[in-house]
């Protein structure tokens, strides 16, 4: 019997935010139905806490074919920072070895385009109110008193997020000690200058909003609306900001508030650090800041969501089509809760070392002396840079569990580079010569491994870890992580092939 009101998906995704975009892409890539629930009426209203995409965002988006979109619009800088320390990114090995400046209402425009492109409906004006879960599905219903039917719902609803709370799924993690409020508008008096202050209060910040980067600096235009953030003199409530609160931080700080008025954005953030116990829980997965908030210093938190969301996003596919059993969906929380917590750990140090005080700041210029060191500067810029990441895939070969190389391949199809393959996010079998071994057999997984014939003259080199031995054959996941690394025949290949795409069309598995 027809329900009114009741529409169905396969996947509902809770927040049309950078994160909730990503995933949407994802699945849509991967042929699933999906759809986005979006309580702002209009993608124009972005928040505009996120300033820039780090090196392994923008290869993420290279992955999927769209990263010419964000360059176009972004201001490359060759360097971020830590505690006051310059890190020079230049010499990582990547294709993107910068920081691109873009606010994040580029970003969302960006990728909300992509998604329309793809087919994703966005439902805007409305908000998930509550979800009752069964064994084979999930009810939810929206603001607008209609409900959906659904395999799966992901929470992408920031960090105040409904669905995580109506989920009860704990946010454990550290109170807030401090408070700062960030905006966009008018200013009816330009301040005498422009740029990032710091005081015993905190780190505060005036700029226009459009700028661009000269030699590693940034340079503001002299006209067009100003981006405000500001550390209020105490911590902020937990409700969104008004003008009023904007205006009486500002002359804590300054002196006076400039006459800031017509205010597109506000928001507050804290230097408060939590993140979900679990990330998935039955059919209620959740990503981005629904699952992890902290300080913005670094700006890892747009990178990490985006980057949850294309891990998460061909594992819920997979299982959705009935290609991978659920459980696959637990190797989800078990590779990116630790790199979330990792964040977390790097963000607090941050806060704490910016802190005005004596001791502080001698610790501060001691982290300054290692950092300028070569070895420490390479490594944690290619920390911040998200480039070493890796997931506990267990032992062998250094590339096992970290991000594939861009290689410049010569294949069977001409030149080729990794990330082309991985434009539909469809996984692939690198063959470097293993084959003619007798050793590799991907007959039974051909419907969704792409297997490429390839050859590489160049050196393998990873981030912090320097050259590795190249390897004879690679099983590159459709996020772009390693899943097997083999030389000649390896039983272990069936097995990575069945754990992470499913049984064989023949039933093979170890």
């Known amino acids: 019997m027809e329900v009114p009101g009741l529409t169905e998906h396969a996947v509902v995704i809770a927040g049309g ?82 920081l691109l400046g873009l606010r994040q209402k580029p970003i969302e425009r960006i990728l909300a385009g992509w998604v329309e492109e793809l087919g994703v409906p966005i439902q805007r004006g409305t908000e998930v109110t509550a979800f009752t879960q069964d064994p084979a599905g999930i009810d939810i219903q ?16 920031g960090g105040r997020s409904f669905v995580r709370k109506a989920a009860g799924i704990a946010f454990p993690g550290t109170e807030p000690t401090t408070s700062s409020i960030i905006a966009e508008g008018e200013l009816t008096t330009d301040p005498p200058e422009w740029g990032i202050r710091r005081d015993g209060l905190g780190v505060h910040a005036l700029g226009r909003v459009e700028y661009a980067v000269r030699d590693g600096e940034i340079v503001y235009a002299d006209h067009g609306p100003v981006g405000v953030m500001v550390t209020e003199p105490t911590v902020g409530g937990a409700t969104e900001p008004t003008l009023d609160d904007l205006r009486a931080a500002l002359i804590a700080v300054y002196g006076t508030d400039y006459g800031i008025h017509s205010p597109t954005s506000i928001t507050r953030f804290t230097d408060a650090a939590r993140q979900a116990a679990d990330y998935r829980k039955g059919r209620v997965l959740l990503a981005g800041d629904a699952a992890h908030i902290h300080p913005p210093d670094g700006g890892q938190g747009l990178q990490t969501g985006l980057q949850d969301a294309v891990d ?28 979330a917590a990792r964040v977390l750990r790097h963000a607090l140090a941050a806060v704490a070392l910016r802190r005005e005080d004596d001791r502080t700041t001698a610790l501060r210029d001691t982290m300054a002396e290692l950092l300028e060191m070569d070895e420490p500067r390479r490594r944690f810029a290619a920390t911040l840079a998200g480039l070493d990441i890796r997931y506990d895939l267990g032992d062998g070969h250094p590339l096992l569990g970290r991000r594939m190389p861009d290689l ?67 099983l590159v996941r459709p996020d772009g992580y390693v899943a097997w690394v083999g030389d000649g025949v390896q039983s272990e290949l069936t097995e990575a092939l069945t754990t992470w795409f499913g049984e064989g069309s023949d039933g093979r598995h170890e």
Do not use: N
């Open 17 to 98: 935010g950078p994160t909730g975009l990503m995933l949407a892409g994802e699945l849509a890539l991967a042929g699933v139905d999906v759809a986005i629930v979006e309580r702002r009426t209009s993608q124009d209203v972005a928040g505009t806490r996120a300033g820039g995409l780090h090196s392994r965002t923008l290869e993420v988006l290279d992955q999927r074919g769209i990263v010419e979109r964000f360059l176009a619009e972004g201001r490359p800088a060759p360097a971020t920072g830590f505690a006051g320390v310059r890190l020079d990114l230049s010499g990582l090995p990547t294709r993107h070895p910068y």
């Open 142 to 157: 929206l603001s607008d008193a209609t409900t959906i039917r659904a395999a799966y719902l992901v929470g992408c609803d």
């Open 408 to 474: 410049d391949l010569e294949t069977t199809r001409g030149p080729m580079r990794v990330f082309t393959l991985l434009h539909g996010a469809r996984p692939v079998l690198l063959d470097f010569g293993a084959a003619g071994g007798g050793g590799i057999d991907i007959a039974a997984w051909a419907d969704r491994v792409q297997l490429v014939h390839a050859t590489f003259a160049g050196a393998w080199e990873l981030p912090a870890l320097g050259a590795v031995a190249p390897p004879a054959a690679v």
């Open 312 to 339: 998460l996003g061909w594992k819920l596919a997979q299982v959705v089509k009935g290609t991978s059993p659920d459980t696959l969906l637990d190797s989800y929380h078990a590779e990116r809760h630790p790199v």
